[in-house]
Nanobody
Framework: QVQLVESGGGLVQAGGSLRLSCAASERTFSSYTIGWFRQAPGKERDFVATITWSGGSTSYGDSVKGRFTISRDNSQNTVWLQMNSLKPEDTAVYYC??????????WGQGTQVTVSS
């Protein structure tokens, strides 16, 4: 079982930046595709970004392309989400999740990101 812990959220002004971290407890973390998702109050959970086990392939949701960057270091069992040019509509709880072949089997507890206008 993979345990995921997100950190790095907070309050930032529009146009600012934050870097979220997703740390895993399991050495097999390097075998998993990792994704970031977000959920704003009263809305469904949205896809933000994913990165394959090797870091060789990434994908992004349309609303964050060009502003967010996902990366990973398997030696540190960590995935990061660098968020630049933040907008108030980026305000949400951000979750990381792990997938190995099937669906998103493991989820973190989330970290709050609030962007003020």
């Amino acid at each position: 079982q993979v345990q995921l812990v997100e950190s790095g959220g907070g309050l930032v002004q529009a146009g600012g930046s934050l870097r979220l971290s997703c740390a895993a407890s399991e050495r097999t973390f390097s075998s998993y595709t990792i994704g970031w998702f977000r959920q704003a109050p009263g809305k469904e959970r949205d896809f933000v970004a994913t990165i394959t086990w090797s870091g060789g392939s990434t994908s992004y949701g349309d609303s964050v392309k060009g502003r967010f960057t996902i990366s990973r270091d398997n030696s540190q069992n960590t995935v990061w989400l660098q968020m630049n040019s933040l907008k108030p509509e980026d305000t949400a709880v951000y979750y990381c999740a792990a997938r190995y072949g099937g669906g998103w089997a493991y989820w973190g507890q989330g970290t709050q990101v609030t962007v003020s206008s």
